[in-house]
């Protein structure tokens, strides 16, 4: 269900350039709606996204489990 929240997240970008805009300058704020997991927050408000595509391509290395795109306190778990 994250990923598809993620998704869901990626594509209102994609068709609301307000709502990018807010994504990329607020992203705590514009997505306080979402049930969203400190980790997957993380992912989004971590990333220093200047583009939809920056999104997206944090969200993709996220998924894959890559290590630099984990928020720090998944790190120290991890680690």
Do not use: K, N
Request: hydrophobic share 50%; glycine share 6%.
């Amino acid at each position: 269900m994250a990923m598809q929240t993620l998704q869901t997240i990626l594509c209102r970008a994609a068709l609301d350039g307000a709502f990018l805009h807010e994504l990329l300058d607020a992203p705590h704020r514009a997505v306080q709606q979402y049930d969203l997991s400190p980790a997957e927050l993380g992912v989004l408000a971590g990333s220093s996204a200047h583009s939809l595509t920056d999104l997206a391509v944090a969200i993709e290395a996220w998924r894959r489990g890559e290590p630099a795109t984990a928020p720090a306190q998944e790190l120290a778990i991890i680690g």
